[in-house]
């Protein structure tokens, strides 16, 4: 009997302490594993595998400083790289990274990663090489990266200060964010409302940009430069758009749109509130008519259409109107600064009254409440030229004289009269 029941328990016993040796064994491993992992994450191995496949996603060749580790949670003072041909980036350097293992999951993943400084260099990529085959299983995905203050350069332009959300995808990356600076040509900074932004195999498209200009407008942007894009603006100041010595002479504000394709753009402009201020054809107006109001005209119209290719500005139906005072339509072709240009000027019927032979002689057709003629304005911007002023001054001439030959004749025919009863 003492047998029988013995039998179980040495079993039982026999059991728990396989039981507690697996645990043992289990913690064991699990320590083991746990110490062989933090060597790894640790070692100069790893630091070389996350640089290369850091730059494989990048397109870039670089590597990581050295990474510290707390638990799961890594840290580096920056990584650094340079462009492969084939990539859109020149050159990239980032400061200050913290990242989250997450070693479970398959693939593996890395978490919150957070960079506090980004400084990239673009550059127009070569073509990428051919497909040489499927590409391998990703062995490491990447959660949205967290970018708090981000700097881009290209050659015409750079974007500074910018709040990031950056994604990496399959033969590129998508990037999302607000705030900071952008820098365009010649244009003056303008503040960064939001943007998408994505690239794939080396190219740039621009989803949307919305942008706050210095001085009041805003601009919105999109496609792909600097091949293709498109812009629309409104309220944006005019002096932006206008040289130097024209500053003065024309302020308002501007709305519109522009298309560019290749060397070539095609677009719309309207201005508001706008005032043509000291234009050498307008003060000539006032000094013949005696009005003064040509000095300073407020505009209630100012709308044209435009195309420009490579140095060649073209305005196609121009239209100016300072209501009851003037009106002028037409367009001209600016290229390396020399306008070539014709008009219709109309001016109010009353403004002609006190210029001899204008009504008459130059401003002959009558249409929309103005007496019209026709302007041809040429040579270079800052020294323009126009040729309504010599026939202003011919038609008053020959008015004058026609007037003192009009008078001789009826005196000599008035003595007739006497001599010959």
């Not at 990474?67 to 990539?87: I, K, N, Q, V």
């Not at 999109?222 to 812009?231: C, D, T």
Request: charged fraction near 20%.
């Amino acid at each position: 009997m003492n047998d029988a029941t013995s039998t179980p328990r040495r079993w039982g016993r026999r059991l728990a302490l396989l039981l507690g040796a697996a645990a043992v064994l289990g913690v064991a491993t699990l320590l083991a594993s746990r110490w062989w992992l933090d060597r790894y994450l640790a070692s100069e191995q790893f630091r070389q595998w996350i640089s290369q496949k850091t730059s494989a996603a990048l397109r870039v060749k670089g590597e990581f400083l050295p990474l510290h580790w707390s638990g799961l949670t890594a840290y580096s003072d920056g990584f650094y790289a340079r462009g492969l041909p084939e990539s859109v980036l020149q050159e990239i350097r980032l400061d200050q990274i913290r990242a989250e293992l997450d070693w479970r999951s398959r693939p593996r993943r890395i978490r919150d990663l957070e960079i506090q400084r980004l400084n990239a260099t673009l550059k127009t990529p070569a073509p990428p090489p051919a497909a040489t085959g499927k590409p391998a299983a990703a062995q490491v995905t990447l959660d949205p990266i967290r970018i708090a203050d981000a700097n881009v350069l290209w050659p015409q332009g750079a974007v500074r200060r910018v709040r990031a959300v950056v994604t990496l995808a399959a033969n590129g990356w998508e990037a999302t964010g607000s705030g900071g600076s952008f820098v365009w040509s010649n244009w003056p900074a303008m503040k960064i409302g939001q943007f998408q932004i994505r690239s794939h195999n080396g190219a740039v498209f621009v989803t949307h940009c919305r942008l706050d200009l210095d001085g009041g407008g805003t601009l919105a942007f999109s496609g792909q430069p600097p091949a293709e894009w498109r812009a629309e603006f409104a309220d944006v100041p005019v002096r932006h758009w206008l040289p130097a010595d024209w500053r003065g002479r024309l302020t308002g504000l501007a709305s519109g749109w522009c298309h560019r394709t290749g060397q070539a753009a095609t677009g719309a402009v309207t201005v508001t509130e706008g005032l043509l201020t000291a234009l050498p054809v307008l003060d000539r107006i006032a000094l013949f008519t005696g009005t003064e109001q040509f000095r300073q005209v407020p505009l209630q119209k100012a709308t044209t259409e435009f195309a420009w290719q490579e140095n060649r500005l073209t305005l196609r139906h121009l239209l100016l109107e300072s209501t009851g005072l003037l009106r002028v339509e037409g367009g001209c072709v600016i290229e390396q600064d020399i306008m070539a240009g014709e008009f219709d000027l109309g001016v109010a019927e009353a403004t002609l009254r006190w210029l001899p032979g204008a009504r008459g002689r130059v401003f002959t057709v009558e249409r929309d409440g103005y007496r019209w003629t026709k302007v041809k304005v040429t040579g270079p911007l800052r020294n323009l030229r126009e040729d309504l002023s010599g026939r202003l001054i011919e038609a008053a001439g020959a008015e004058v004289f026609q007037g003192v030959t009009g008078t001789l004749e009826k005196g000599v025919q008035g003595l007739f009269d006497l001599l010959l009863p």
